[in-house]
């Protein structure tokens, strides 16, 4: 199985900071990766897709970068409303596996 | 307009058994793999189960093989989990989630329900 280490697990950051999460998969994965954010009680929301494909609607401040075993999320100024847990996700092959999210907390 | 309504949650004991189900509307169904997809309390995503449209190929995370299966009935535009030997582990909130239609669809993981709650304890 495919294991994807994200990290970090948590941060603090303040409104307009640059937060880059990194997502690390065991072997290559090419670029299939998506990267979707959660908010407290909701249904996660897919931002990124192919590693770097922004979703339409998705703030152009929402970047995804990387292929093969090492991606990105970068949040080029923080906004008040990106305050949630992101996950990347592998679906490379099956079974298809998960990041540990990363927790993105208001400095 | 693409919906996704799952059913089925609630409260049974370890070792037991609970059928999840996931009526879906505003796409063809069947020409779509579907997945489960499953988050503990306070816990990260985990995915669970995934099956192919019109084949039917089946595909689990080691965590539940060979005690859930995933289904689907077309001809009703349902999908299916069938949950057997059930653990306090199991206890989450499951999301029934559309995947893509063809190698090229980018619009994999664009749609989610809102999730059934399965507890699992006695």
């Known amino acids: 199985d495919i294991q994807m280490t994200q990290s970090p697990s948590a941060m603090s950051a303040s409104v307009g900071d640059r937060v880059t999460i990194t997502c690390r998969a065991s072997?290559?994965?090419?670029?299939?990766l998506a990267w979707f954010q959660q908010k407290p009680g909701k249904v996660p929301k897919r931002l990124i897709y192919a590693a770097s494909s922004l979703q339409s609607g998705v703030p152009s401040r929402f970047s995804g970068s990387g292929s093969g075993t090492e991606f990105t999320l970068t949040i080029s100024s923080l906004q008040p409303e990106d305050f949630a847990t992101y996950y990347c996700l592998q679906h490379y092959n099956y079974p298809l596996t998960f990041g540990g999210g990363t927790k993105v907390e208001i400095k | 307009e693409v919906q996704l309504l799952e059913s089925g949650g609630g409260l049974v004991q370890p070792g037991g058994s609970l059928r999840l189900s996931c009526a879906a509307s505003g796409f063809t169904f069947s020409s779509y793999t579907m997945y489960w997809v499953r988050q503990a309390p306070g816990k990260g995503l985990e995915w669970v189960s995934g099956i192919t449209g019109s084949v039917g190929t089946t595909y689990y995370a080691a965590s539940v093989k060979g005690r859930f299966t995933i289904s689907r009935d077309n001809s009703k535009n349902t999908l299916y989990l069938q949950m057997n030997s059930l653990r306090a582990e199991d206890t989450a909130v499951y999301y029934c989630?559309?995947?893509?239609?063809?190698?090229?669809?980018?619009?994999?993981?664009?749609?989610w329900g809102q999730g059934t709650l399965v507890t699992v304890s006695s």
């Open positions: 072997q290559g994965i090419g670029n299939y």
């Open positions: 989630a559309r995947f893509k239609t063809t190698p090229d669809d980018a619009e994999y993981f664009q749609h």
